[in-house]
């Protein structure tokens, strides 16, 4: 029965990790690059479907790539 359910619904399974692989790598590498172990931990466990990820990477690392960076 549960073996059915993903054979019927593989296009979906194969969509959702097309969907959350990029985001989670892009995610993963800003929060190692920004030394945030906490954000980096919570990243590779919780799955969100991207939601988490997104968060991340538009709203929570930008003060860290913002400081980093040097003025000219």
Not at 16 to 37: D, M, T
Not at 41 to 66: C, G, P, R
Request: hydrophobic letters at 60%.
């Amino acid at each position: 029965m549960l073996n059915q359910f993903f054979l019927d619904n593989l296009w979906l399974i194969l969509l959702a990790v097309l969907w959350v692989l990029p985001w989670k790598g892009v995610a993963l590498w800003k929060a190692a690059k920004n030394n945030e172990k906490w954000w980096f931990v919570a990243i590779l466990v919780v799955n969100t479907m991207a939601l988490l990820e997104i968060l991340y990477i538009f709203f929570f690392s930008k003060k860290k790539d913002q400081i980093s960076q040097p003025a000219q």
